[in-house]
């Protein structure tokens, strides 16, 4: 795979096709395993990590693009004053580099011109510092099917 050398700021937004759930798919999974997890764990995670054209016609998929490669993308569920972010992943090449900086503005923006005044979202502690820059407060933190593993419920203000 040839990875942009461009910059987060070049990233395109678009809406997400059928033709891109298994590009999405891959990114979601590659995100996921890169923090570690055990072929165990990932196995129980992978349908969630899965993109599907049901889940793709269920939700507001946002991806981000630098030559036509996903960068990263977002998926969003009904669009209300309180609306939930499914999904929410960079692929690897690109961590820690600005580009989930970047896209996390637009989102920021896509969501502020839709009356959008917070965001909840499902974290594994990997994600916690990432969105706690953001403003997010944890509302909750919930035992995972993952034995000894928890995720947190967080609340990130638009």
């Known amino acids: 795979m040839n990875y942009s050398k461009l910059p987060p700021e070049d990233m395109i937004f678009e809406t997400a096709v059928v033709e891109d759930i298994d590009e999405l798919s891959a990114v979601a999974i590659r995100s996921k395993r890169h923090w570690g997890y055990s072929k165990e764990a990932m196995e129980l995670w992978n349908q969630n990590l899965t993109i599907t054209e049901d889940f793709l016609n269920a939700h507001t998929v946002i991806k981000a693009t630098l030559e036509d490669e996903i960068v990263g993308f977002f998926a969003l569920e ?81």
């Not at 600005?98 to 909840?120: A, I």
């Not at 953001?134 to 990130?156: C, D, P, Q, R």
Request: proline share 5%; aromatic share 14%; charged share 30%.
């Open 78 to 158: 009904e669009i209300k004053p309180t609306t939930r972010i499914a999904q929410y992943w960079i692929d690897t090449p690109y961590m820690r580099k600005g580009y989930g900086s970047v896209m996390y503005d637009y989102l920021r923006d896509y969501l502020k011109k839709r009356n959008v005044e917070k965001v909840t979202l499902v974290l594994d502690p990997n994600g916690i510092a990432f969105f706690e820059k953001k403003g997010a407060t944890i509302l909750s933190k919930i035992e995972h099917k993952v034995k000894n593993k928890f995720l947190y419920i967080v609340e990130v203000p638009v």
